[in-house]
């Protein structure tokens, strides 16, 4: 049994999550990357933590390698989403569906509110340093100076941010935070978790989120000082970070993987029930009579342009093919 | 345009003959004095004219005076003046510093003729200038034995010109079409400027920009200098796109040597989302400084079809320079050697050569860390090992990056219809990526021949043979103690056949028979007919 077991575990792939690297005493101090190592942590997913430093500017960090499989953050509503949907994770499967409306609106405030103010913050009313470290200490210096000018410029784009309104903006993007917070913390109460007593992935984005206000953002930082006038909300998040990310942060790994399928799973190559995906980009699959008509047609076109070459090379004559002199007067030139 | 070597000299240096070879396009010149020996050289273009100062007998009796002198001996002549004339915008320096070496070595007669036709061969390279007349006048009569130079250029009536063609850019890595514009002596220091825009049938397009001197204050050999924005799709074959900012700078450039500096901003990204792990890990930004120094000798009769000599070529990369960790940091090196000889029936040669490459990543924790994956070598394709000196890249009868080490892509779940609930899930098969190799090894023979119809005799189309083989292996620092040299010979893929070759103006087509002899699991070759297309 215990053989059995081995095996089982051998045959497993190895989970690794890609994110920005760590900093500011976290594992990662990205704000995207975040949410999704508290969601992997939160259903006792077995994972080696890797960083990528060459793609500053990419969406598609973070993402979660398991065996040949990968989610990235820009397919399919994210890398928790996917998570959820390849079965991977299953920490929102078993909410009763009283919940979702509750669930799915928490999620959407975090994820777009929250989410909004952040990038605010670190982009455009911050200085540079704390968006150097994060994204551009490991790129040259050129290219990490564009490549954060460009990306200040995205965010200020995104958001509609200009010279005339950026105090409009603002004041928008730190009331809607500030609502943010109210709702949460009302929903919070003294719970330990936001929806059945158990995590889900709202506790994953929320998690992530504040962690990331708390340590990384400076004093200063008014969504700081918004966050901090919640005292549940402050200890929810010391909770969760003393469990789940001071242990990990030395080691680079969570708890022992869970074999209980219920609350996790890995998808194998045979004899596993998965939900069906497609590619998004999958090829039609071509008949054998498309194949040959293709084939046939490369071939017919090949033919016309060699004759066609066969033709000028004949009456053309060779071309310039011959002996190549270094200078037409016979003098050689050297220098 | 050569000074004639079997010219007839007088005894005495004055008056010099007048000797043509081809008329001047300059009136000025009509009516000169019997003094001067006029060496003309013409742009393409000028029309001729004759010179009839004297009577045609008188004018002959002259020459043949001359020609005796010449022939009878060295004749004692130094420069004592060059005199520029026509060149209202390029400067002076410029062009006495192309002709000075020429002639200050120049202490006859004779050697003078050669030295104005080497001048006047420099000259017309600087492309520069319509025409370019150097004609030998008497010295000072104060200072017998000494002689002038006159210059005389024409400088282009339209600096403005464009071209368009195929060609062959290491930059492309394949054949590409390309427009270009070119500005000729914008300040008047020989500078060229030129824009152009490439598309590859790589899948490749650049966009570019740069400028060329030929001389530099101190530094006398041509300097270039090139800004250029380059994309490159490689999803089909290894899942990512290449995009490239770069600078270089070509610091000496001669016939055989080349020393260029490189710093380009590269990204690599996969918007297919597919790519394998080993591609995934090399996707970003990076940056790459490099020096390039390439020596080249090439002795072959020919380029498109060699039948005698020899060729050789090798390149060093070093990246990294520069204080910054950051950059990428790589030795590359290539070897290429070529051979050719004639069998002396039915115009046969066999052409014969070996290539060779190695990468290493160097710095701190060089042993685990990998080669950039665009420095890396990729064989396959089916551009002709014959034509250009390309390193160990060419193997006939494999696809582009058809052979060499592979990455498993992405792996999909497919869905099953109405059995999903019951059926499990199935893995579609995502193939693999080319991730290239840091060794790699070529070698090829081709005996070429003239076929027995004499319409392809005349117009120089052949038939071949060819044997090809080659291997690429991915060799990292910390595998090279275990690295089994009988291993890598066992590996080695080959192919053989035959084919047509049709040389004509701008590339050679080769119309082939490849029969692969031997090809490991992930390889892509295929045996049947094939089309290549190769630009010298």
């Known amino acids: 049994m215990e053989m059995a077991d081995e095996r089982e575990e051998e045959a497993k792939p190895e989970v690794v999550l890609v994110a920005r690297k760590g900093g500011f005493g976290l594992p990662t101090a990205c704000p995207v990357c975040l949410p999704v190592y508290c969601h992997l942590r939160f259903a006792n997913v077995d994972f080696k933590l ?241 194949k040959a008509f293709r084939r046939r047609a490369k071939y017919f076109i090949a033919a016309q342009v060699v004759s066609i070459v066969i033709y000028l090379s004949i009456l053309g004559g060779m071309g310039d093919s011959g002996l190549e002199d270094g200078d037409e007067d016979g003098l050689t030139y050297e220098e | 345009m050569a000074t004639p070597s079997d010219s007839e000299a007088g005894p005495n240096p004055k008056p010099v003959e007048e000797l043509e070879t081809e008329s001047a396009t300059n009136d000025e010149h009509q009516g000169e004095d019997e003094d001067e020996i006029e060496e003309e050289e013409e742009e393409e273009g000028d029309d001729e004219e004759a010179e009839e100062d004297e009577t045609p007998a008188a004018q002959r009796e002259n020459i043949n005076r001359l020609f005796r002198r010449l022939s009878g001996g060295p004749v004692r002549l130094r420069v004592q003046d060059i005199i520029i004339r026509g060149n209202t915008k390029t400067k002076d320096a410029l062009i006495e510093a192309e002709v000075l070496d020429a002639f200050r070595s120049a202490c006859s007669m004779q050697e003078l003729i050669q030295a104005a036709g080497l001048a006047n061969t420099r000259l017309r390279q600087l492309d520069i200038f319509d025409s370019v007349s150097i004609t030998l006048d008497s010295g000072p009569s104060e200072l017998p034995g000494t002689a002038n130079v006159v210059i005389d250029v024409v400088e282009a009536r339209n600096p403005l010109t464009g071209e368009f063609g195929a060609y062959s850019k290491p930059e492309a890595r394949s054949w590409s079409l390309e427009g270009s514009l070119k500005l000729k002596n914008l300040f008047g220091y020989g500078d060229i400027w030129d824009a152009s825009g490439a598309y590859g049938f790589g899948q490749t397009s650049e966009i570019s920009a740069g400028v060329s001197l030929p001389r530099f204050k101190a530094i006398s050999t041509p300097l270039m200098t090139r800004v250029s924005l380059l994309s490159q799709d490689w999803l089909k074959f290894s899942s990512y796109k290449e995009r490239l900012l770069g600078l270089s700078v070509g610091l000496i450039s001669t016939g055989n040597h080349d020393l260029a500096y490189n710093l380009t901003w590269r990204n690599l990204s996969d918007p297919s989302h597919m790519s394998s792990k080993t591609i995934r890990r090399q996707l970003g930004h990076s940056l790459l400084s490099s020096l390039k120094y390439t020596y080249r000798i090439d002795h072959r009769d020919s380029n498109l079809r060699p039948t005698r000599g020899y060729a050789f070529l090798s390149t060093s990369q070093f990246g990294g320079l520069g204080p910054d960790s950051r950059i990428l940091r790589f030795i590359r090196q290539e070897f290429d050697v070529r051979g050719a000889f004639p069998l002396g029936f039915y115009n046969a040669a066999v052409n014969f050569g070996v290539a060779a490459g190695a990468i290493m990543p160097w710095g701190r924790g060089f042993m685990d860390s990998t080669s950039p994956l665009p420095e890396r070598f990729y064989m396959g394709g089916h551009s002709s090992p014959i034509c250009s000196l390309g390193g160990p890249t060419s193997l006939l009868g494999f696809k582009l990056r058809g052979v060499g080490p592979t990455d498993e892509r992405r792996a999909i779940l497919t869905k099953h219809g109405e059995d999903e609930a019951t059926t499990p899930g199935r893995i579609a098969s995502p193939g693999g990526d080319a991730i290239g190799g840091n060794l790699a090894v070529t070698a090829f023979a081709d005996l070429s021949f003239d076929l027995p119809l004499k319409l392809f005799r005349e117009s120089g189309v052949h038939g071949h043979m060819f044997l090809n083989t080659g291997n690429v292996v991915d060799l990292t620092p910390a595998e090279f103690k275990n690295f089994s040299f009988r291993g890598f010979l066992e590996t080695f893929r080959s192919s053989a056949g035959f084919g047509i070759i049709f040389p004509t103006r701008f590339f050679r087509m080769e119309i082939n028979y490849c029969y692969i002899l031997k090809q490991l699991q992930h390889d892509h070759g295929k045996t049947g007919i094939q089309f290549s297309f190769s630009t010298p």
Request: overall charge negative.
């Open chain 1, 50 to 290: 890797e960083f990528d430093r060459a793609n500053p500017d990419s969406d598609h960090i973070p993402y979660v390698e398991y065996g040949d499989y990968v989610t990235f953050n820009n397919e399919k509503g994210g890398v928790i989403e996917c998570l959820n949907e390849d079965n991977v994770v299953k920490l929102d499967s078993q909410l009763p569906k009283d919940c979702f409306p509750d669930w799915a609106s928490t999620k959407v405030m975090i994820s777009t509110w929250l989410a909004e103010a952040v990038q605010y913050e670190l982009w455009v009313t911050c200085d540079n340093t704390i968006a150097d470290d994060i994204y551009f200490s490991d790129l040259p210096w050129p290219i990490g100076k564009i490549l954060h000018w460009k990306q200040t410029q995205a965010v200020k784009q995104l958001h509609g941010i200009t010279k005339l309104n950026a105090a409009e903006k603002e004041e928008e993007i730190y009331r809607k935070a500030n609502i943010a917070y109210e709702a949460l913390s009302m929903k919070l109460g003294s719970q330990v978790f936001f929806f059945e007593g158990r995590p889900t992935s709202v506790d994953s984005l929320f998690l992530g989120h504040a962690v990331f206000v708390l340590h990384v953002l400076p004093e200063t930082s008014v969504l700081r000082s918004s966050l901090s006038k919640h005292a549940n909300l402050l200890r929810f998040v010391q909770d969760c970070k003393i469990r789940l990310l001071e242990d990990s942060y030395s080691s680079a790994t969570g708890p022992a993987f869970s074999s209980d399928a219920s609350s996790s799973s890995i998808p194998r190559r045979k004899g596993s029930k998965q939900n069906a995906k497609t590619k998004p980009k999958e090829k039609r699959e071509r008949t054998e009579e498309e």
